[in-house]
T-cell receptor, first 112, second 114 residues
Framework: GQNIDQPTEMTATEGAIVQINCTYQ??????LFWYQQHAGEAPTFLSYNVLDGLEEKGRFSSFLSRSKGYSYLLLKELQMKDSASYLCAPEGSGAGSYQLTFGKGTKLSVIP | GAVVSQHPSWVICKSGTSVKIECRSL??????MFWYRQFPKQSLMLMATSNEGSKATYEQGVEKDKFLINHASLTLSTLTVTSAHPEDSSFYICSASKGNTEAFFGQGTRLTVV
């Protein structure tokens, strides 16, 4: 089965940096997605990590350690519009099949 | 709270048959439900958004006659894949929202059409 753990809520100040951690246990592993979801909307793809290390994409970076079952999403220069839920979703695999499982999400509140 | 149950978890069907997938919000009323499909190592693709009691809004390129969505109650939405073909084999996942809040995901359904 899949087990995903990420903080429920976080608060950070506009202009600051925030790191959202995610630990997971999966049956097999293809890669890990991070999504941003604003209330009432469908999630937006942020990143997909397959290999260990940090991948940077503008203000957002995502890190993966496969051996530790750990990932984090780093948001820099926070803006008010970054207030949203951030979902960690590891993609498991095995026996020719695959499964995507979402964590409960981390609700990030950006304050002035 | 905020549990979304999706059934079945996996299904194998013959080409040409139809398959129904259910998405239930167990402890809240879901005014909006989203249906997605996902291929391995690819991002989620939104298929349609359904609001209780009204017709679903399909994304461009998604055949509404092939992927029938019903959201008849505040706790249940169904996706029926009609006349399934092997290329429809995918991972289908739903999410449910109370309204202007975050949505919660079901466990997903892995469909294999043989």
């Amino acid at each position: 089965g899949q087990n995903i753990d990420q903080p429920t809520e976080m608060t950070a100040t506009e202009g600051a940096i925030v790191q959202i951690n995610c630990t997971y246990q999966t049956s097999g592993f293809n890669g890990l997605f991070w999504y941003q979801q604003h209330a009432g909307e469908a999630p937006t793809f942020l990143s997909y990590n397959v290999l260990d290390g940090l991948e940077e994409k503008g203000r957002f970076s995502s890190f993966l350690s496969r051996s530790k079952g750990y990932s984090y999403l780093l948001l820099k220069e926070l803006q008010m519009k970054d207030s949203a839920s951030y979902l960690c979703a590891p993609e498991g695999s095995g026996a020719g099949s695959y499964q995507l499982t979402f964590g409960k999400g981390t609700k990030l509140s950006v304050i002035p | 709270g905020a549990v979304v149950s999706q059934h079945p978890s996996w299904v194998i069907c013959k080409s040409g048959t139809s398959v129904k997938i259910e998405c239930r919000s167990l402890d809240f009323q879901a005014t909006t439900m989203f249906w997605y499909r996902q291929f391995p190592k690819q991002s989620l693709m939104l298929m349609a958004t359904s609001n209780e009691g009204s017709k679903a809004t399909y994304e461009q390129g998604v055949e509404k006659d092939k992927f029938l969505i019903n959201h008849a109650s505040l706790t249940l939405s169904t996706l029926t894949v009609t006349s399934a073909h092997p290329e429809d084999s995918s991972f289908y996942i739903c999410s449910a929202s109370k309204g202007n809040t975050e949505a919660f995901f079901g466990q997903g359904t892995r469909l294999t059409v043989v």
